[in-house]
């Protein structure tokens, strides 16, 4: 039996080409070893079958952004096995897509619903440079009795930390639902809102960033951010 080497001096003897491009073929997940993609250029092998798709390039892997729909309790970053049947964006999921993922925006406290991590700094610089002013839009679950001009005051006319805030959109969705569009959220703050107007948060769920729209994603579930759409 061939002694064991690595897959991309392996792969570097067979296409040929410079180990740097074979970690780059199998970092792109071009390599299959018995069949199986393999990305890992110190993967071991010996006698296995290594192949080279086709239609291999060499092309830098881009960063990736994915969209997940975060559980309230016990939130879990992206993995590769949560990808959404749903998610068509024909990009190929790769494992480098989650190596320095980072989280922006982060959901109010005790909500569910849409996260952004980033691996691309241009989203990553949009996300933070416009914080301020990306409308951000919950789904809330209330309990209690709304005081007097309640949902006006939500609107506009409530302070937070000794400051006014600034204009939000709220309306009702159904009897227990309120909508809730509003830019930079400070933390704990639409439980705040709703606590000054006589109403108990049961739930929330933040179902759109700017232009980007969760959708009908199942819960626990994520997708790429297809390089067309914007925040």
């Not at 040929?16 to 970690?23: K, L, Q, T």
């Not at 005051?153 to 409530?158: F, M, Y």
């Not at 606590?195 to 179902?207: D, E, F, N, P």
């Not at 009908?216 to 997708?223: V, Y």
Request: charged share 25%; hydrophobic share 40%; proline share 7%.
């Amino acid at each position: 039996m061939a002694d064991p080497v690595r897959l991309a001096k392996r792969l570097a003897e067979i296409v040929p080409c410079s180990r740097r491009e074979a970690e780059l073929y199998l970092a792109g997940g071009w390599v299959r070893v018995d069949g199986q993609v393999v990305e890992e250029p110190q993967f071991m092998v010996t006698e296995q079958k290594v192949e080279l798709h086709p239609d291999a390039t060499l092309t830098p892997i881009a960063p990736a952004t994915i969209l997940l729909n975060q559980f309230a309790e016990a939130p879990q970053p992206p993995r590769p096995e949560t990808r959404t049947a749903d998610d068509h964006t024909g990009i190929h999921l790769l494992k480098q897509h989650f190596v320095r993922l980072t989280q922006y925006l982060p959901l109010q406290a005790g909500a569910s619903g849409l996260e952004v991590y980033t691996q691309d700094w241009k989203a990553a610089r949009k996300l933070t440079d416009d914080a301020a002013t990306l409308e951000q839009e919950y789904v809330v679950e209330v309990s209690g009795e709304l005081v007097e001009d309640g949902l006006k005051l939500l609107n506009h006319g409530l302070n937070l930390n000794g400051r006014a805030l600034p204009p939000a959109k709220v309306s009702w969705q159904n009897e227990t639902r309120l909508r809730f569009a509003l830019k930079g959220p400070q933390p704990n703050q639409i439980k705040q809102m709703c606590q000054r107007v006589g109403l108990q948060v049961v739930a929330m769920k933040r179902i759109r960033i700017g232009r980007m729209a969760m959708s009908r994603m199942p819960l626990g579930e994520w997708r790429y951010l297809a390089g067309y759409e914007r925040f």
